[in-house]
C-alpha cells in the first residue's frame, strides 16, 4: 500500500487519487476553465489517464521528470497530474528566462520530455541541439512546425487506467528556485507537501461549492503551482488566466464571478491604473491574497478602495515551503486600526507551522524581538534540492527545521516581522532575482573589472536590480543594460547601472552589500520594499 495513514489512522490518497474522487463523485461539475473552453471533473480525469498513457510510451516512468515551458493552460495542468500518475513529476520552466536558462533547467531534470507552448517555439529552436536527456520535444498547436504536435501526440495513445499507484512521499512536482551561486536548484515538493498546505488553505479560506478561484500566478511560480492542485483539492472550478494581465484578470473576475484570488504586489499597483479595471464589476472577490513580495501602504489602502467587498489575506512563504507559511487574518487589515502597525507584518505562523527566530551563526534561538534568521518546522518544507545533498543538508535539519535565508523577527503576540535577507536576493514584482547570477555576467564584459549588484527601492516593482561596476574604459550605461539582456531574462538585469572607483569588500574578500544598500534604502521603513 503506497498511501499514508493520517493521525486518525485513515488512508490519505494521492493528488491523482484526489482528482479521482472527485471525478467519481462529481463527475460533471466544472473543474478548469481556459478562455472559451470548459473541462468537468471526469473529463479532466479521464484526460489525465491519456496523458498519462502517451508519457509512458514515451518512455518515462517512476522518478522521471517531465519539462514544460507554456504559459497556464489546460495542458500544463493535465501533464502536472498525468506525470504524477505514472510515478514521475513535472518540472515547470519558467518562460521569462533567457533560452540557455531553460536549457540548463531541462538538462539538470534530466527531462525525458519537453513540452513547449507556441509563443516559446523560438526557444525551443535555439536549444533542442543542447537538450541531452530529452526523448520527446512537443509543442501545444504546434501543426505548422517541425516538432510533434501535443494534441496528435495525446490523441494517439490508448486510454488506459495507469497501474501505478503514486506513495504520497513521491516527489510530485519540482520547481525550480535559483540559487546565491546563480544555478538553478530544483525544489522537490511531495504529495505530502501539498496535502499539508491545502489542508491549512482550507481551514482559512473559507471555501464552500459555489467558491470560484482564479490562477494568474504563472504555473511555474509556487503559488499559481498550488493553486491549480488547490481547484481539485477542493472540488471547485479554478478559471485559468493565461497570463498576469491586470485587466484580463478584472475581466475574468467579472465573467466568471471568482471568489478567490493570488496576486503581488505589483499588480494590485497596475490594476488601479488601468481604466478598464475600473469598469469591471469585481464583487463576487471574497478573498483576495497578496505576497511573493512586502506591499506598500498605499498600494494596499488603493486596492482595498478598489475592492469594498473583498477580505485581504496577506502570506509569506518560499517555493521550499509550498508555499505560504504564515498569514495575515483580515481583521488585521485596518490601516486606521489599532492594530495598523501589524500591516507591516507577514502576520501568524499557519497552524501546521512552527517558526523561530535564531542566530544564522549558531542557530541558537534568540529572545523575542531580536533579530535573526527565520527557520521553519512544517509538513510543507520540501523533500530536498534535486540532485544536491550539500545544498539540502545546509538548509534542511535532520529534525526537519528549514533555515530561510530571510531574517526578521516575533513580536510579543507571535507576528513575523521582516527585515532584510540572509541572502541577498531581490525580489522584483514578485520575481527572484540572485546578485550572484547577475554578477557573473557582468564580470564577462570586456571592460568591467569588478562589481556589485544590489536591490534599491521601486515604486513600481518593490525593488530593481542596480549594478555598481568598476569599469577599465568609458562604456554607457545602456551598453551593459544590452550585454546583460542578451545573456539574461530581463526581468534579471540592471535596470540602473553607477560607475565606482572600487566596490567595498571585507578583509576576506566579501562584498559589504550592507554598507552598499544603505544610501538607497535611507528613509524607508524597512530595508525589504
Not at 193 to 204: E, S
Not at 278 to 284: K, N, P, Q, W, Y
Not at 291 to 314: C, K, N, W, Y
Not at 369 to 384: A, F, L, S, Y
Amino acid at each position: 500500500m503506497n498511501r499514508r495513514l493520517s493521525a486518525k489512522g485513515h488512508i490519505v490518497p494521492g493528488l491523482t487519487e484526489v482528482l479521482r474522487e472527485r471525478a467519481s463523485t462529481h463527475p460533471d461539475r466544472i473543474a478548469y476553465i481556459a478562455g472559451d473552453t470548459e473541462i468537468s471533473f471526469g473529463d479532466f480525469d479521464r484526460r489525465v489517464d491519456r496523458v498519462a498513457s502517451a508519457l509512458k510510451a514515451a518512455g518515462v516512468g517512476h522518478g522521471d521528470r517531465v519539462a514544460i515551458l507554456d504559459k497556464n493552460s489546460l495542458e500544463y495542468a493535465e501533464q502536472l497530474f498525468a506525470a504524477a500518475r505514472i510515478g514521475a513529476a513535472q518540472v515547470p520552466v519558467n518562460y521569462r528566462l533567457a533560452p540557455d536558462e531553460v536549457a540548463y533547467i531541462v538538462n539538470d531534470a534530466k527531462a525525458k520530455v519537453f513540452i513547449v507552448g507556441p509563443e516559446f517555439v523560438p526557444v525551443l529552436d535555439a536549444i533542442a541541439d543542447k537538450l541531452e536527456h530529452t526523448d520527446l520535444t512537443v509543442v501545444i498547436n504546434g501543426g505548422d512546425t517541425k516538432y510533434q504536435d501535443y494534441a496528435a501526440w495525446i490523441d494517439s495513445a490508448e486510454v488506459t487506467r495507469p497501474e501505478y499507484e503514486p506513495a504520497t512521499s513521491d516527489v510530485f512536482v519540482q520547481l525550480y528556485s535559483s540559487g546565491t551561486t546563480g544555478r538553478p536548484k530544483g525544489v522537490m515538493l511531495t504529495h505530502d507537501n501539498f496535502l499539508a498546505a491545502l489542508t491549512v488553505t482550507n481551514d482559512v479560506w473559507e471555501i464552500d461549492e459555489s467558491s470560484v478561484l482564479m490562477i494568474a500566478m504563472p504555473m511555474y511560480h509556487v503559488a499559481g503551482n498550488v493553486l491549480t492542485v488547490s481547484s481539485v483539492y477542493n472540488g471547485l472550478a479554478g478559471v485559468i488566466a493565461r497570463e498576469p494581465d491586470p485587466t484580463l484578470i478584472a475581466k475574468g473576475i467579472e465573467k466568471h464571478k471568482v471568489t478567490h484570488i493570488f496576486l503581488v504586489p505589483v499588480l494590485l499597483q497596475f490594476m488601479q491604473l488601468i481604466p478598464e479595471v475600473a469598469e469591471a464589476d469585481m464583487s463576487s472577490l471574497k478573498l483576495l491574497l497578496y505576497g511573493a513580495s512586502p506591499i506598500s501602504e498605499d498600494v494596499l489602502r488603493g486596492a482595498m478602495r478598489m475592492l469594498p467587498h473583498t477580505e485581504f489575506m496577506q502570506v509569506y512563504g518560499l517555493t521550499e515551503v509550498t508555499g505560504a507559511i504564515t498569514m495575515l487574518p483580515p481583521e488585521d487589515h485596518d490601516p486606521d486600526g489599532p492594530n495598523a502597525h501589524r500591516l507591516r507584518s507577514a502576520g501568524l505562523p499557519n497552524a501546521n507551522t512552527k517558526i523561530k527566530i535564531v542566530d544564522p551563526a549558531t542557530q541558537e534561538e534568540v529572545p523575542v524581538g531580536q533579530v535573526g534568521e527565520i527557520v521553519c518546522q512544517t509538513p510543507q518544507n520540501m523533500k530536498g534540492y534535486w540532485n544536491m545533498p550539500e545544498a539540502t543538508e545546509s538548509a534542511l535539519s535532520e529534525d526537519n527545521w528549514f533555515r530561510t535565508g530571510d531574517v526578521g523577527y516575533l513580536d510579543e503576540d507571535g507576528y513575523l516581522y521582516m527585515h532584510d535577507r540572509v541572502k541577498d536576493m531581490i525580489i522584483s514584482g514578485g520575481e527572484n532575482i540572485y546578485p550572484a547570477e547577475v554578477e557573473n555576467v557582468l564580470m564577462s564584459h570586456p571592460a568591467v573589472t569588478d562589481c556589485a549588484v544590489i536591490g534599491v527601492p521601486s515604486e513600481k516593482w518593490g525593488e530593481t536590480p542596480k549594478a555598481l561596476v568598476v569599469l577599465s574604459e568609458d562604456v554607457s550605461e545602456k551598453e551593459i543594460i544590452d550585454f546583460c539582456r542578451e545573456r539574461l531574462a530581463h526581468f534579471k538585469c540592471p535596470t540602473s547601472v553607477e560607475r565606482r572607483d572600487e566596490i567595498p569588500r571585507n578583509p576576506t574578500g566579501k562584498i559589504l552589500k550592507r554598507e552598499l544598500r544603505e544610501p538607497y534604502w535611507e528613509g524607508q521603513e524597512r530595508s525589504v520594499h
